[in-house]
């Protein structure tokens, strides 16, 4: 049986706390021999930088070039808003994403039917939802440069930020929007704002011959970013696949998330471009939702997403369906008892821990 | 009794038959002594181009900055989606903000009670809402430099976009946001991306620094746009004003806007500086929606964000409040009365037309 070397990044707020879930689960399937994995421990984000001055040691940055998949639950938090801006910790998570190129960020918004009334959309708008947002991840606004603040005398001050895509970036997320509609319901919405953006025109401009060179068999559609954010209100269900820059895909990834109520469920992958040879890929999973810093060391969080983030590597990066199959089963059973954490749990008296949250699910495993 | 001069540019799509419903008003407002306007009209976005072949002539730019107030309805469609970037539809709109300095962006999301059901949301989230986003709109990625597309040979091409903005900037629009909120609920929330650009970093500073200077009596706090793009979907009625820069107002008034279920019902202002001499100030104001092409020239659109638009004239530019609020308590007997275009109805059969609301309208005054 192949040995998968799993590193597990629980960074900040409740970042410890689901992630000590995933351990419990991963520890059971070794134990019973379904799957094997080396787990080593890093650090990153402020938990990084109280350490080692720094959001990611150069250590743990070699670590995650070695892993099979990296797991990281989340960073930031009120604790370091005084950090410089090179070391604050989200500068942890993106030169992850940057070194290890993982340029296709994959996030579902899904919406469990047991929790459709935790959404603040009525009902009928989001029962069943289910969309792929597909974000590029190592580009655009994000890592650009100029990035400068300059200083122009008499108390003013100039920011630039730039944001730069190349034809091969576009093309290459797209062709994995592409690619994961053919296995869904076989249509993507390609979103940008060509109508005020150079690379909105350029984004539009390639999406569009790849469909027709290579995908013409999928249906593809275009909205502006700022209708796509009010289409996602109005009927999210029109949606399959969504493919979109990193700095919208940020955004309308989160208002989608949000729409499903279930924040606290939802996973996400993060993937490199696979090698020619052995077909593996750099890959890095966490949670939609962030550090929640308020209520962090209560032990309420949801482990839900941390533990689908487990489930997704299972399946994008080891090809273990079946064992990711019996795991959101579990999930679905323990959702359909009625076991809820407080975030899911519209306002219920009787909620459960984050601890309880995770045994419950290994019982059911 | 002042003559006021209004530049009325009805534009593509459903533009012109709105437009006539405000033209309606305005001649009624005139012949009952209310207000003396003087009435010019030109062309803006692809019906100038069919014309001019550029989004605005030269002639209607002068007479936009000449003009007490400047009424659009609304520019676009696919008729021009072929035209070369320089002349599209909205490099018109961009102009004429550009140009006249139109920096402050007011737009409203407000839940007519009377319309509350029309809402993807559920009742007790949206009723009752009433929240102003201030959106900056002369500056960041929409028209900073480098803006280009460059041809790097081997089928590669680099598209460049350039988020620029400047202290005095963003001071301007915080002041304009700070200001408002003394009105209204005494609270303000700022968005950007602090974590990730460096424009975001310096509207961070520059927003917290004017707060404790000049106005320490408002409520101040700061969002992450995505967070914030969440929140406005979780718990809109936590937030009162809404600042933020082009591309974020963009994308999150649109938002809020659907939020409301009153799309059709809302208007925008953009603002100059005031003249320090008379007071007054540049003024374009249009409604929050588009001009969608799949329903113009059915004369089923909503005039009434139009009409509304006419009504922010009157408060901002012509500090008519008197009159503002006949026309407002005129739209909301009409409502109350269960009139509704088919954007309002709800599924409902027996909408109304663009006309018929008008004219209701009209006899209400
Ligand atoms: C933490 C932050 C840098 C990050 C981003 O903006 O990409 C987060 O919001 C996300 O969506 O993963
Ligand atoms: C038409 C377009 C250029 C414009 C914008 O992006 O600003 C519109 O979406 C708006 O919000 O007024």
Redesign the pocket.
């Given at each position: 049986m192949t040995t998968y070397k799993l590193l597990v990044l629980p960074g900040d707020g409740i970042g410890p706390e689901v992630m000590a879930e995933v351990e419990k689960i991963a520890a059971f399937l070794t134990y019973e021999g379904l799957v094997k994995f080396e787990i080593e421990k890093g650090l990153v984000g402020g938990s990084a930088y109280d350490v080692y001055g720094a959001a990611i040691s150069e250590d743990d940055m070699a670590r995650a070039q070695e892993a099979d998949a990296v797991l990281l639950a989340a960073v930031g938090g009120p604790k370091w808003d005084q950090v410089p801006y090179e070391n604050r910790p989200e500068a942890g998570l993106l030169r992850l994403r940057k070194d290890m190129q993982l340029f296709a960020n994959l996030r579902p918004a899904i919406c469990y039917p047991a929790l459709a009334d935790a959404s603040s959309l009525k009902r009928e708008v989001v029962d069943g939802l289910d969309i792929l947002i597909v974000r590029e991840l190592t580009g655009g606004v994000y890592f650009g440069e100029p990035k400068q603040i300059i200083d122009l005398g008499n108390g003013q001050k100039r920011a630039i930020d730039t944001q730069v895509y190349d034809t091969y970036e576009i093309e290459r997320i797209g062709r994995i929007a592409f690619e994961l509609a053919r296995k869904r319901r076989n249509k993507v919405t390609s979103s940008e704002?060509r109508?005020?953006m150079k690379s909105g025109v350029l984004w539009h401009e390639v999406i569009s011959a790849l469909h027709t060179r290579e995908f013409p068999d999928v249906e593809l559609e275009h909205q502006?970013a700022?209708?796509l954010g009010m289409q996602l209100v109005r009927r999210p269900k029109q949606f399959d696949v969504i493919v979109t820059d990193n700095l919208f895909g940020d955004m309308l990834s989160d208002v989608a998330a949000m729409l499903t109520g279930s924040l606290g469920m939802l996973p996400s992958a993060s993937l490199g471009e696979r090698n020619a040879t052995t077909g593996a890929r750099k890959a890095l999973y966490e949670p939609v939702h962030g550090s929640a810093p308020d209520i962090a060391g209560k032990g309420i969080a949801n482990p839900i997403a941390m533990i689908s983030s487990l489930v997704m590597a299972l399946r994008y990066s080891f090809n273990l369906e079946d064992l990711a199959d019996r795991i959101d089963r579990s999930i679905a059973a323990v959702l359909e008892k009625g076991l809820r954490t407080g975030d899911i749990a519209g306002g219920a008296q009787n909620t459960i821990s984050t601890a309880q949250m995770g045994d419950a699910i290994l019982e059911e495993l």
């Open positions: 704002k109508n005020v502006l700022d209708a």
